[in-house]
Every structure is written in structure tokens, then in C-alpha cells.
């Protein structure tokens, strides 16, 4: 079992910049590829990053490349998304989740993930 609890969502206005973290426990050493999602009011949730075990690969859905940027510290049991030059299309709630059966690679599916947290709420104003 693997408990995910994300923080540092925010009310910010365009332009501005967020970190968001992800610490995870439980059965930590089963922790795999981590994946960022986001829910924005009224549509359904979407994928955002993911990073494999290591951290060397990281992959981005196109809305958010160049701007977001995902990293994981494994001594801490902690992933993190640095968001820089929000827009208010990035308001939504932002989850953080794990994969514990694929030991290589960083899949973008949500199909992929095992165990969730709870979400963050990030708030853009324009």
C-alpha cells in the first residue's frame, strides 16, 4: 500500500509560478514511474507529466511544455512539479500518482498509476 499526500496548491495570478510536491509512503520501495494529473472545473482528468524511477526521463502533455517541469527525490519519497507562467487554463484540482508494477520508463497514461492522492487545488487568475 502507498499513501500519496500532495501540497502547495495556491491561488496565484497569470504569469506567476507554483511548486507543487508529492510525498509518498507505505511500500515505498515499490514506488516506480510517478505521474502528475489535473482536473479542471467541469472537464475530466487529464495527464500532465510523469517521471521514471530514476528521474533521467520525464514526459510533458503538450499544454504545459516549456512551462512545467516535474522531479522526484527519492531519499525523500517526494516528486514535485514546478510550474512557471501559469494561465488560467491550468486551474484545476492537481493530482499526484504512483506506479508500482512498472519498474522502467514514465507512462503518461492514467491507466498506468495504482494508488492516488487526494489533489491539490491550483487557482489561476487572469
Known amino acids: 500500500q502507498v499513501l500519496l499526500v500532495e501540497s502547495g496548491g495556491e491561488s496565484v495570478q497569470a504569469g506567476g509560478s507554483l511548486r507543487l510536491s508529492c510525498t509518498y509512503s507505505?511500500?515505498?520501495?515499490?514506488?516506480?514511474?510517478m505521474g502528475w494529473f489535473r482536473q479542471p472545473p467541469g472537464k475530466e482528468r487529464e495527464p500532465v507529466a510523469a517521471?521514471?524511477?530514476?528521474?533521467?526521463?520525464?514526459k510533458y502533455t503538450d499544454s504545459v511544455k516549456g512551462r512545467f517541469t516535474m522531479s522526484r527525490d527519492n531519499a525523500k519519497h517526494t516528486v514535485y512539479l514546478q510550474m512557471n507562467s501559469l494561465k488560467a487554463e491550468d486551474t484545476a484540482v492537481y493530482y499526484c500518482a504512483a506506479d508500482t508494477a512498472t519498474q522502467w520508463g514514465a507512462p503518461i497514461s492514467q491507466d498506468e498509476y495504482d494508488y492516488w492522492g487526494q489533489g491539490t487545488q491550483v487557482t489561476v487568475s487572469s
Open positions: 517521471i521514471n524511477w530514476s528521474g533521467g526521463t520525464t
Open positions: 507505505g511500500h515505498t520501495s515499490s514506488v516506480y514511474a
